[in-house]
C-alpha cells in the first residue's frame, strides 16, 4: 500500500474536487480537519457528561429542586433540635409524661416566659436554669447562641476584669492579651473619647 504523500492545503485550490487522504486527518470539499488531539473545554462537567452551559433544562431544574429539597431538611431537623432543646428547658413541657407537640412547646414557652416576668423572678438560686446544666454550661451555652463573647472591665480605669475565652474564636485574639490590658487599648484610637465617656457615665448612673 502506498504512503500518502503530505498535502498543503495553501496550494491547492479553495474547492477540493473530492476526499484527500493525510496522515492523521481527513480532507474533504471546502474543509480541512488536521490531526491531533482537541482542547478540553474548561467548563465544569456534572454526571451525566454535560457541561454547565450544556445541561438541559429539565436537568437544572431537577438539581435546583433536589438542592432545594437538602436546605429545607437541614433547616427542620435544626428546627427539631432547637425546639427539643426549648421543651428540657420549660418545667411545664418537661413535667408532662408524654411530649407535647411543637405548637404545644411555644405556647408552653411563652407562657412561662410571661410568668417570669409577671412575677419578677431575680433569685440567684439557679432556679433560672435548668437542673441539669452546671453554671459553666449555661454561660458556655449562652455565649455560642450570641456567637459572642463576655468581658468585665473597670469603669473608672476601663481595665479588663475578666473577658471570656470565646474571644479568640470571634476576633481572632488570645485570651491572654487582654488580661492586663485596658480596653483603650483594644479599640481603634478614634473610639477613645467617645468609649471614655460611655464608661464614665455607666459609673456615674451606679453611684
Same mark, same amino acid.
Request: charged share 25%; aromatic share 6%.
Given at each position: 500500500?502506498?504512503?500518502?504523500?503530505?498535502?498543503?492545503?495553501?496550494?491547492?485550490?479553495?474547492?477540493?474536487?473530492?476526499?484527500?487522504?493525510?496522515?492523521?486527518?481527513?480532507?474533504?470539499?471546502?474543509?480541512?480537519?488536521?490531526?491531533?488531539?482537541?482542547?478540553?473545554?474548561?467548563?465544569?462537567?456534572?454526571?451525566?457528561?454535560?457541561?454547565?452551559?450544556?445541561?438541559?433544562?429539565?436537568?437544572?431544574?431537577?438539581?435546583?429542586?433536589?438542592?432545594?429539597?437538602?436546605?429545607?431538611?437541614?433547616?427542620?431537623?435544626?428546627?427539631?433540635?432547637?425546639?427539643?432543646?426549648?421543651? %428540657?428547658?420549660?418545667?411545664?413541657? &418537661?413535667? !408532662?409524661?408524654?411530649?407535647?407537640? @411543637?405548637?404545644? $412547646? *411555644?405556647?408552653? =414557652?411563652?407562657?412561662?416566659?410571661?410568668?417570669?416576668?409577671?412575677?419578677?423572678?431575680?433569685?440567684? %438560686?439557679?432556679?433560672?436554669?435548668? &437542673?441539669? !446544666?452546671?453554671?459553666?454550661?449555661? @454561660?458556655?451555652? $449562652? *455565649?455560642?447562641? =450570641?456567637?459572642?463573647?463576655?468581658?468585665?472591665?473597670?469603669?473608672?480605669?476601663?481595665?479588663?476584669?475578666?473577658?471570656?475565652?470565646?474571644?479568640?474564636?470571634?476576633?481572632?485574639?488570645?485570651?491572654?492579651?487582654?488580661?492586663?490590658?485596658?480596653?483603650?487599648?483594644?479599640?481603634?484610637?478614634?473610639?477613645?473619647?467617645?468609649?471614655?465617656?460611655?464608661?464614665?457615665?455607666?459609673?456615674?448612673?451606679?453611684?
Amino acid at each position: 500500500m502506498a504512503t500518502p504523500a503530505a498535502v498543503n492545503p495553501s496550494e491547492m485550490g479553495s474547492e477540493l474536487p473530492g476526499p484527500v487522504t493525510m496522515p492523521g486527518a481527513v480532507v474533504g470539499a471546502g474543509q480541512v480537519r488536521m490531526g491531533g488531539a482537541m482542547p478540553g473545554r474548561g467548563g465544569k462537567r456534572r454526571s451525566g457528561g454535560y457541561d454547565d452551559d450544556q445541561i438541559p433544562g429539565d436537568h437544572k431544574e431537577r438539581y435546583a429542586r433536589e438542592n432545594h429539597s437538602e436546605i429545607e431538611r437541614r433547616r427542620r431537623n435544626k428546627m427539631t433540635q432547637y425546639i427539643t432543646e426549648l421543651s %428540657d428547658m420549660v418545667p411545664t413541657c &418537661s413535667a !408532662l409524661a408524654r411530649k407535647p407537640d @411543637k405548637l404545644t $412547646i *411555644l405556647r408552653m =414557652a411563652v407562657s412561662h416566659m410571661k410568668s417570669m416576668r409577671g412575677t419578677g423572678n431575680t433569685s440567684t %438560686d439557679g432556679a433560672y436554669k435548668p &437542673s441539669f !446544666l452546671t453554671e459553666q454550661e449555661l @454561660k458556655h451555652l $449562652i *455565649l455560642e447562641a =450570641a456567637d459572642g463573647f463576655l468581658f468585665v472591665v473597670a469603669a473608672e480605669t476601663g481595665r479588663v476584669i475578666y473577658v471570656s475565652d470565646s474571644v479568640t474564636p470571634v476576633l481572632n485574639h488570645p485570651q491572654s492579651e487582654w488580661f492586663g490590658s485596658t480596653l483603650y487599648e483594644q479599640v481603634h484610637p478614634d473610639d477613645v473619647d467617645k468609649l471614655r465617656e460611655q464608661l464614665s457615665t455607666s459609673e456615674n448612673s451606679m453611684t
